[in-house]
């Protein structure tokens, strides 16, 4: 089975630029997505294909990816950015899930 | 546009088995695969399986196979989810989410509370 890594919590600054990780080897073959879920809310999807920003995405959520780990970075982080982020991958038909990266800004 | 409909809140006995559905608008029912998650409270997305509504063709988690179905009824544009011998542990909610194979896009319900207990 395959797995994704993910800190459990990231803490950033208004205005500054927080960083999500996620680790698995299956990230070596497949492309990550990213999501954005806010409390009692669906999942938003942010980021597809590693680094594609679906219409209507702001510019501030940006997808890298390296080797086995994928990262979301959200520049100038705003109070409304506080929220749950999930990376998401496929193989052989199979969805796997990070386990969740809860962003606070303060 | 895309909506993707769930049913309302469910409580259940343990035990017991929940049917959930998910109505779909906007788009081909048959051309996306449908896919269902659990999200327990305070915890992670859970991805259960999806089912191909063009051949009804299925793929379920290791962790839920053998107790849950999907079905469809396209005349209703509609998915279902069944799962059966419930416990406490099912207590979550389920979103029903589809979107193109690439995933530029992606449409998810409003999630279905389910209460065991």
């Known amino acids: 089975s395959y797995e994704l890594t993910q800190p459990s919590s990231v803490s950033v600054s208004p205005g500054q630029t927080a960083r999500i990780t996620c680790s698995g080897d299956?990230?070596?073959?497949?492309?990550a997505r990213w999501f954005q879920q806010k409390p009692g809310q669906a999942p938003v999807l942010l980021i597809y294909?590693?680094?594609e920003r679906p219409s209507g995405i702001s510019e501030r959520f940006f997808g890298s990816s390296s080797g086995t780990t994928v990262t979301l970075a959200i520049t100038g982080a705003r109070v409304e950015d506080e929220a749950d982020y999930y990376c998401?991958?496929?193989?052989?038909?199979?969805?796997?899930f990070g386990g969740g990266t809860k962003v606070t800004v303060l | 546009q895309v909506q993707l409909v769930q049913s309302g809140t469910e409580v259940k006995k343990p035990g017991a088995s929940v049917k959930i559905s998910c109505k779909a608008s906007?788009?081909?029912?048959?051309?996306?695969?449908m896919h269902w998650v659990r999200q327990a409270p305070g915890q992670r997305l859970e991805w259960m399986g999806w089912?191909?509504?063009?051949?009804?063709?299925?793929k379920y988690s290791e962790k839920f196979r053998g107790r849950v179905t999907f079905t469809t009824n396209t005349s209703a544009s509609t998915a279902y989810m069944e799962l059966t011998s419930l416990r406490s542990e099912d207590t979550a909610v389920f979103f029903c989410?589809?979107?193109?194979?690439?995933?530029?896009?992606?449409?998810w319900g409003q999630g279905s509370l389910l209460t065991v207990s």
């Open positions: 989410t589809t979107g193109d194979e690439a995933m530029t896009v992606s449409y």
């Open positions: 906007g788009y081909s029912f048959t051309s996306y695969v």
């Open positions: 089912i191909n509504a063009g051949t009804s063709n299925t």
């Open positions: 299956v990230l070596a073959k497949k492309y």
């Open positions: 294909r590693d680094n």
């Open positions: 998401l991958s496929e193989a052989d038909n199979i969805w796997v």
